[in-house]
């Protein structure tokens, strides 16, 4: 209960910020919280994400295989029609990323193919 009500309350705080610089002090608070790890772990995915999207950068998660383009909760970002994720590979090509569309069944995601920009990539934890 003391949980939620915690991370509710910051994830408040993150969702009510418009300045990338306060996602740093976020981030400080929630590392000095007696909290469980699963708890920060959420708020920090939550934290990256709000900062990518407020410095107009993407986020990506690295997986066993491959750097996915990350959604908000730090999974790969899944593309039910081709059509949106080509959209997306020419936005991310536009702006400098070297990305590739990797299909899986009826699904699409976006996959980083070599390093990101130098200052201009978001990893999820």
Known sequence: MEQNIFYNHVSNWV???????????????????LQPADV?????????YKESILRRQPTFVVTEEHTFLADES???RVY????????????????SYSVELLQNDHL???VLSEP???NSIGVAA
Not at 15 to 30: I, K, Q
Not at 40 to 48: D, F, H, N, P
Request: glycine fraction near 2%.
């Open 15 to 33: 969702r009510s910020h418009r300045n990338p610089e306060t996602m740093e002090t976020l981030r400080n608070f929630v590392d000095k919280a």
């Open 40 to 48: 920060k772990e959420k708020l920090y995915r939550e934290i990256a």
């Open 74 to 76: 730090g999974q790969p």
């Open 80 to 95: 039910a029609s081709r059509f949106s994720a080509v959209c997306k590979l020419a936005e991310l090509t536009l702006k």
């Open 108 to 110: 699409f995601y976006i």
């Open 116 to 118: 990101a920009p130098v």
